[in-house]
């Protein structure tokens, strides 16, 4: 009986040593984690950004890094740094008279055809 409490004894903490070992990410996935949120920090706000010159500012401001994060991640790979590689966007804001009356309207002069990059 004796030898038995000491197995359990002793399965519970191997248990408790490896499970939070089990839970962490290994550094594939955390990069893979990384790019996707950053991809996705930068898609909502390219999103926001014909209608709200902050975020246009904050898309922007979020290329230059991505890219740089990703010749570092693919810089021998010519073929994935072209197919991800993002270009800053011009957006501004026209003015247009209704009635008499200033209205502003967003307008996106850096996209063509719905090309985003």
Known sequence: MRLKN???????IFLYLTIPVIGELTDYQ??????LAS???IGYQLGK???DINAAQQYNSMVD???TWLQAVFGANKTAVNLFWMKSQVFGMNQ???NGAQTTTPTNQGQTNGDVF
């Open 49 to 51: 950004a014909p209608y």
């Open 30 to 35: 955390k990069g893979v984690n990384d790019g």
């Open 6 to 12: 000491l197995l359990v004894l002793l399965l519970l």
């Open 65 to 67: 890094p991505f890219n």
């Open 39 to 41: 991809s996705l920090r």
């Open 96 to 98: 247009i008279a209704t």
